[in-house]
């Protein structure tokens, strides 16, 4: 009687950590990965972040589904997307601003997670001159490691007419602005996408190089790096 009464417990506390830890995951701190090169340098590729999800003001629930992983990069829901009307959205403690990175959910799909930098907010205006980014008519703060890839001026990528964020929308651009599929492309982003705010990166493996022994796919020096 006593040994099942131990099982008992144990399978009890296993439950309890699992549902403790799904909430936390839900509503307070979440763990992405960065499965491009669009925020180079600033985030790389292989970097693991922890995001804080409570800051904007956690939303539950979004989708009614069993989790996969798609593209080896995102895991993704199957099933469906639960209506806006009978979602849930905490109070936010802040909202994005310009210079913020942000997690969130592109316009074009409720299951994609993105990762970029918030360049305007509502009520700003934003244009782009031959790569140089203004708001309000003054250049946007260049972030520390800001990368140029590509010589060339391009059109929609490196100029664009000003435009007036919406209130509560976002702009948002990668800051490798060469290769980065941003607000450019898809338009802004409404703050019902919002996601959280990275923390820190708390793993960052190289995708190639090194022996083939994981400590030695580790990045060291990025290991409790603050992501800003």
């Known amino acids: 009687m006593k040994s099942k009464n131990k099982r008992f417990e144990t399978v009890q506390a ?43 003001g956690a939303k539950f629930p ?5 989790p996969f992983l798609q593209d080896k990069d995102w895991v993704i829901p199957t099933g469906f997307s639960v209506p806006k009307s009978l979602q849930i959205r905490f109070p936010a403690l802040t909202h994005p601003k310009p210079n913020d990175i942000v997690v969130f959910k ?31 008519g003054k250049p946007f703060p260049l972030p520390p490691k800001l990368k140029f890839i590509d010589h060339n001026i391009l059109w929609q990528r490196d100029n664009l007419p000003p435009l007036m964020v919406k ?3 976002y702009f948002m651009m990668g800051d490798n602005r060469d290769n ?16 959280g705010k ?22 060291w020096q990025r290991l409790g790096m603050v992501v800003r």
């Open 106 to 136: 592109p316009p074009f799909s409720p299951t994609l997670d993105y990762i970029k930098r918030c360049i305007a907010v509502g009520g700003q205006e934003v244009y782009l001159t031959n790569k140089t980014v203004y708001v309000d």
């Open 198 to 219: 990275p923390l820190i990166v708390y793993l960052s493996l190289k995708e190639n190089g090194g022996s083939g022994h994981f400590f030695d796919k580790i990045r």
């Open 167 to 169: 209130e509560n929308h």
């Open 62 to 66: 979004g989708w009614i589904g069993v």
């Open 14 to 56: 296993l439950l309890i950590a699992i549902f403790v830890a799904l909430l936390l995951r839900q509503f307070v701190v979440a763990a992405y990965k960065i499965p491009t090169g669009s925020m180079e340098d600033t985030l790389l590729v292989g970097d693991f972040l922890l995001v804080n999800k409570f800051v904007y």
């Open 180 to 195: 980065s599929s941003d607000s450019r492309e898809w338009g802004q982003v409404p703050f019902e996408n919002i996601v």
